[in-house]
């Protein structure tokens, strides 16, 4: 998980996390997911004893990184790597909303 603090704020940052989802149906949309690697976007507030985020907002989206069978250390691993090298650009295309340009950058580049 990577978190860049948002410019003019305290405590409020951009959140990027790598995570392996079972897939399946979508609770909330009715859409089955794949089984796979995910990166997720939001914004938090972290405090001393607490981390506040906006789960239904529009900020707070995922894209399916990698596809898997079976949860793999290895992926999940290489996930990460590839949201750590790229983060500058993650980040400044996260903070323009331009979600087409995240999709686009994580399936060519990843």
Known sequence: MARVKIEGTENK???VEVNY???GTNY???KNEP???YISFGKVEVGDHFVRSEPFSDSS???LFKELKRKSAKQIET???FVNDNLDEIIAMYKENDK???FDFIY???
């Open 13 to 15: 940052f951009y959140q």
């Open 21 to 23: 989802q079972l897939g």
């Open 28 to 30: 909330f949309s009715g």
């Open 35 to 37: 089984r796979g690697i």
């Open 61 to 63: 989206y995922k894209i």
């Open 79 to 81: 996930a990460e790597k």
């Open 100 to 102: 087409k340009g995240l």
């Open 108 to 110: 060519q580049k990843g």
